[in-house]
């Protein structure tokens, strides 16, 4: 199956700031790869698809990137409600695996 | 609207049987496949499976095939996952979502909407 590795796997960040988020997968995954954002005690939220897709209703601050191997996910400018748990998630094999989160919390 | 609404949390029994459900509304149904995922406490995100309820093909991943079984009953705009024998292990939060495609050049998946999450239990 394709591995899927996040980085870091928790960073601390204040307000303001510009965060970035690495996924890393085992092999060639073209640009089938998502991104969800988690909150505490809610269910996963989309956030970017086919590598760099904003979904729709999500703020244009979050933006996505690469192809192959390694993805980058953005945050331009950190807001309160954006501490959370992001996941990068690859749908190119029918068996599709998530990395395993990157903890975003407050400084 | 979209929604998918899961069933109640539930709190068993290593050895029982178990089925949790997943009903959706605000669009077709049958048209849509629908995944299930596994969160364990503390834990990240595994992927289980996921079926199309308009005709019930069903895929697996590896690490799950033979421990859950996955249903729909399309008539009734439900889908279902099951245990025949529960152990401490399953404890976990499982989610529903709906997968779409972006056809925008070759197709890419992913879920867009997810249920609330069925909280499942399981201790002597």
């Known amino acids: 199956d394709i591995q899927m590795t996040q980085s870091p796997s928790s960073l601390s960040a204040s307000v303001g700031d510009r965060v970035t988020i690495t996924c890393r997968a085992s092999q060639s995954i073209s640009s089938y790869l998502n991104w969800y954002q988690q909150k505490p005690g809610k269910a996963p939220k989309l956030l970017i698809y086919?590598?760099?897709s904003l979904q729709s209703g999500v703020p244009s601050r979050f933006s996505g990137s690469g192809s192959g191997t390694d993805f980058t996910l953005t945050i331009s400018s950190l807001q309160p409600e954006d501490f959370a748990t992001y996941y990068c998630q690859q749908s190119y094999s029918a068996d599709w695996t998530f990395g395993q989160g990157t903890k975003v919390e407050i400084k | 609207e979209v929604q998918l609404v899961q069933s109640g949390a539930e709190v068993k029994k290593p050895g029982e049987s178990l089925k949790i459900s997943c009903k959706g509304s605000?669009?077709?149904?049958?048209?849509?496949?629908i995944g299930w995922v596994r969160q364990m406490p503390g834990k990240g995100l595994e992927w289980m499976g996921i079926i199309y309820p308009g005709d019930s093909d069903t895929r697996y991943s590896p690490s799950f095939q033979g421990q859950v079984t996955i249903s729909a009953d399309k008539s009734i705009s439900t889908a279902y996952l099951q245990w025949s024998s529960l152990k401490a292990s399953d404890t976990a939060m499982y989610y529903c979502a709906r997968r779409v495609i972006a056809v925008a050049g070759a197709p890419k998946y992913y879920f867009d909407y997810w249920g609330q999450g069925t909280l499942v239990t399981v201790s002597s």
């Open positions: 605000g669009y077709s149904f049958t048209s849509y496949w």
């Open positions: 086919a590598a760099s």
